[in-house]
């Protein structure tokens, strides 16, 4: 069974940082690209950020173009997303998933969601 669990949320001031990991069980994590999405209170999960299955190509929302950084070491079988420059609208409920088929930019073409991890921006 496919498992992600995501970790590393929490609370930080405007301009702050966080790491979130995201960890895969249960099938060959390297043969798989890897998404991050959010979703804030009464939103739509929105994507973020991916990751194809050697690293060496990403894919990042305009919104955070320039503060996100997302990477893989397939070795440990988990994924990260770096926050920097965090701002309130940043607000949501992380979560990753595996990429199946269809276009990054698109929930629809993930699967095997985690249980998603909550960062909070204050100003």
């Known amino acids: 069974q496919v498992q992600l669990s995501e970790s590393g949320g929490g609370l930080v001031q405007a301009g702050g940082s966080l790491r979130l990991s995201c960890a895969a069980t249960g099938f060959t994590f390297s043969n798989y690209a890897v998404g991050w999405f959010r979703q804030a209170p009464g939103k739509e999960r929105e994507f973020v950020a991916a990751?194809?299955?050697?690293?060496?190509?990403?894919f990042y929302a305009e919104s955070v173009k320039g503060r996100f950084t997302i990477s893989r070491v397939n070795a440990k079988n988990t994924a990260y997303l770096q926050m920097n420059s965090l701002k309130p609208e940043d607000t949501a409920v992380y979560y990753c998933a595996a990429h199946y088929s269809g276009s990054y930019f698109l929930t629809r073409s993930f699967g095997s969601w985690g249980q998603g991890t909550q960062v909070t921006v204050s100003s």
């Open positions: 990751i194809n299955w050697s690293g060496d190509s990403t």
